[in-house]
């Protein structure tokens, strides 16, 4: 009996023990690849160690080569991603709180079919709105493009005085144009920037955010409310004053859902951007893809760890909130 | 004031709700109506019937993507439950070092879908990477050239799809096993029953709603995927490994057929819809009935 239990303990081990080395053998790979110098790599094969540690392929897939234009290299598109990341993880976040709050303690009618809607929404694959998307996006460079066949190919009275003022326009100190330029940017002339790509993150986490802070919001007590509610607080005191305060816990799995998300995409920042403002993904992907005729493997190595790194880190340091995250946004329970 | 005071809840969800209405539910609505038109390069509003979806239908390239859909979907909730359900049960049975082994199993769900493309794409590499290494160690005639073969790069996205998702399905698993009273096992075991049929017969069995819910994640995982085939192979070589995430976004922004590419997106969108909105009912009645 006794050595019966022994065996299938072992066995057990063995297996789990299996699916340790199963899982972690890539992240080996990656590690002691973008270590090697590329004659190590056609020498030795996938696992072998390299001879010295060496952090030279580290340094070209984060600051190049110095070798001008064909060189690709993650540094500005990491920064881009922050830059794309942080406010559409800020915005997301705070409406999701909001609604989550005004949807749960402050029932009105619709309010179940206003959360439904929201989380239907968090279920569609993109490819049904990523047209749309990329047309409101790209409606100044269309306009653009437009005026620029209209003035050239459909010459007209006044076309060329036009022609001079959109120029003098490229001219102008930007600062003349700020205040006004806030007050109308509204969805005109986000293409390709930070801004059209923070405006995509923010929309498209509206959903997981609202979802996230609503079923949290429905398990705290309705009776607090409603003494404040009694006491004379209005909307935003009982927000601000009661529930944000309670908040820490969702707000956590929130933001790391919400980051992960962002900094993970691929799909908008390579339909919506290109070239110098494209997200750290996609010229990881790029990177990867060139085709120059000597294959760097170390170096690409090198640029998936650097690329992988922010989220990786989150996870070992906040393993539980992660995971909470994960399940709640795809089981949605 | 009293009005404001009154309707400020609304107030505040109305901008995000218009927001999502506008740009989730209007942009499917475009998607729909463009994919009844004649649209190439431009939107074209005039109505032109479901042409666009008899010529979608037609195309051996969306078969194409509709079959790799198809094996990569079957294979991928297969192999993830499978691994799933075993590691979950293995893990449940007072292991020591649970925590240690839990977050080595589900590190890669932190990583975006290019970085595991990237580094699978490096390992199945048909001469540097796992071939060699086989090479190495005495298996000279080994050959594994999947990710550069017509008809079997489809299944390297399957390889790379499961070790970056299983260890997801695990941690979904595992939360089922521990919601399950522990006297229901005990009174079990007093009776006879073997560990074997205790999880086939009785704790399976009482994790119906956990295999739900995991299958739907999957399959709408799967319909979404892009970026992995994206990073690994790219849909090739040629369309072999074309799926139809991949198959929209080329014929939108590859080849200018907008119409299709609306058409092929609508396709999607009513795929997921048939699994996620029955799924969301059950949900929803589940917590209901649970007031």
């Known amino acids: ?333 | 004031m009293y009005w404001l005071k009154k309707n400020l809840p609304k107030i505040v969800v109305a901008p995000s709700f218009a927001v999502v209405l506008w740009f989730v539910y209007g942009f499917i609505g475009w998607t729909f109506y463009i994919s009844l038109t004649k649209s190439k390069l431009l939107p074209n509003y005039e109505f032109w019937g479901i042409h666009q979806y008899v010529r979608l239908w037609q195309m051996p390239r969306w078969h194409i993507a509709v079959e790799n859909l198809f094996i990569f979907t079957t294979l991928f909730i297969v192999l993830c439950i499978f691994i799933g359900v075993i590691l979950s049960i293995f893990l449940d049975q007072k292991i020591r070092s649970e925590g240690v082994i839990k977050t080595i199993y589900l590190y890669p769900m932190a990583l975006s879908f290019i970085v595991t493309g990237t580094a699978w794409k490096w390992i199945l590499n048909p001469t540097m990477g796992i071939e060699k290494f086989a090479h190495q160690i005495g298996f000279e005639n080994f050959q594994f050239d999947w990710l550069v073969t017509p008809g079997m790069s489809i299944y390297t996205v399957v390889i790379a799809g499961v070790w970056q998702s299983s260890g997801f399905i695990m941690a979904i698993f595992l939360a089922g096993l521990r919601s399950i009273d522990d006297e229901v096992i005990k009174a079990a075991k007093v009776d006879g029953a073997s560990t074997f049929s205790i999880y086939t017969k009785i704790v399976l069995p009482m994790m119906r709603p956990v295999f739900m819910s995991a299958i739907v994640i999957l399959v709408h995982l799967s319909i979404k995927s892009y970026d992995l085939v994206i990073a690994l192979t790219a849909g090739g070589p040629g369309i072999s490994s074309d799926m139809p995430a991949v198959f929209m976004t080329k014929m939108a922004f590859g080849r200018s057929e907008v119409g299709l590419a609306s058409a092929s997106a609508i396709m999607m969108f009513a795929t997921v819809s048939a699994i996620i909105v029955p799924y969301l009912y059950s949900e929803l009645r589940r917590e209901q009935d649970a007031k």
């Open chain 1, 1 to 333: 009996m006794l050595n019966k239990k022994k065996v299938s303990r072992i066995f057990l081990f063995l297996v789990l023990g299996i699916f340790v080395f199963y899982y972690i053998t890539p992240l080996y790979v990656m590690v002691v690849t973008s270590l090697k110098t590329m004659n190590e790599i056609r020498e030795g094969n996938l696992f072998s160690l390299p001879n010295s540690i060496n952090f030279e392929s580290w340094k070209i897939a984060w600051t190049g080569r110095g070798e001008g234009t064909s060189d690709v290299f993650l540094k500005p598109y990491f920064f881009n991603s922050l830059k794309i990341a942080i406010p559409a993880l800020i915005i997301s976040t705070f409406l999701g709180a909001l609604n989550g709050y005004a949807l749960t303690k402050w029932k009105f009618k619709g309010a179940n079919l206003i959360f439904l809607l929201f989380l239907f929404g968090t279920f569609i694959p993109y490819q049904a709105i990523l047209l749309p998307m990329a047309r409101t996006l790209g409606i100044s460079t269309f306009l653009g493009a437009l005026n620029g066949y209209a003035l050239t190919k459909w010459k007209f009275k006044g076309a060329n005085l036009i022609f001079l003022l959109f120029l003098f326009g490229t001219f102008i100190p930007y600062q003349a144009i700020l205040l006004p330029m806030a007050r109308t940017l509204g969805l005109l002339g986000i293409s390709n920037s930070p801004v059209g790509l923070i405006l995509v993150h923010t929309v498209y986490g509206l959903g997981f955010t609202t979802l996230f802070f609503r079923n949290y919001y429905v398990s705290i007590s309705d009776e607090i409310i409603k003494a404040a509610k009694v006491d004379g607080a209005g909307f935003f005191k009982i927000f601000f004053k009661i529930l944000l305060p309670v908040s820490l816990p969702i707000l956590v799995v929130t933001i790391i859902f919400q980051f992960t998300q962002i900094w993970n995409d691929f799909l908008f920042g390579v339909t919506f951007s290109f070239g110098e403002n494209a997200p750290l993904q996609v010229a990881l992907n790029n990177m990867v893809l060139t085709s120059a005729s000597v294959k760097y493997y170390n170096v690409d190595m090198a640029a998936a760890i650097m690329a992988a790194l922010p989220t990786l880190i989150i996870y070992v340091l906040a393993g539980n909130y992660f995971i909470k995250g994960l399940t709640a946004g795809s089981v949605k329970g």
